[in-house]
């Protein structure tokens, strides 16, 4: 009797409990869309991430890798990552979304990023942005989103972007590349005379 009861009153704290769901998403799945080649970590890349029909608390991990793995890059800080989720809302959704915290862990630290609230037209958007984040070539990138949804279809979206810090050839390339521009310039204008003629 008392185990009946005992279940009985589990099942029951069960019931009442919030919905708490947690997800992992990676670059295959559908809603973390890659625009250009991540793994080479010397060019640009940009993606888009989002999650609806959503209820309850829950986290969600949106897992990348940006870079190879391996020597020369392995383990250095090849570029910078910025990023912005935001909440979403449409005629259909019965509740809102609200942001508990928004983190990104690089591999190495693990990086807070800001949130921000805006009331627009009655309904209240949450925004979390982050830039400037140093990204390290192989390492697992994890943008973990915690979130607390009321009613029963809150949805959120976002954009993430990578750009690459040019290596250290590049940057010297470009330097002498201004120091010729600028050579040539300051040439030109020291050719240039000017001849006045006065006319009697």
């Known amino acids: 009797m008392k185990k009946t009861l005992s279940l009985a009153i589990s099942a029951a704290a ?25 793994t080479t970590g010397v060019e640009s890349v940009s993606a888009t991430i989002g999650n609806g029909g959503l ?37 259909e959704s019965v509740g809102g979304l609200e942001f508990t915290s928004v983190t990104l862990n690089n591999g190495s630290n693990i ?43 809150a949805s959120y979206g976002g954009t993430l972007n990578f750009a690459p810090v040019p290596e250290p050839m590049t940057w010297a390339m470009m330097i002498l590349g201004f120091a010729v521009v600028g050579f040539a310039m300051r040439r030109r204008r020291s050719d240039q005379t000017t001849r006045v003629r006065y006319a009697f």
């Open 14 to 38: 069960l019931a009442y409990a919030p919905a708490v769901s947690a997800a992992d998403f990676f670059p295959s799945d559908p809603e973390f869309e890659v625009f250009g080649d991540g």
């Open 55 to 91: 209820s309850g608390t829950g986290s969600d991990n949106w897992i990348f890798q940006i870079g190879p793995v391996t020597p020369p890059l392995g383990g250095t800080v090849i570029g910078l990552g910025s990023g912005s989720v935001s909440t979403s809302f449409s005629l």
């Open 111 to 153: 990086f807070p990023i800001a949130i921000f609230s805006q009331t627009v037209g009655g309904l209240t958007i949450t925004n979390a942005v982050g830039n400037n984040i140093p990204i390290i070539s192989g390492a697992v990138n994890t943008l973990t989103v915690n979130y607390n949804a009321t009613g029963s279809n």
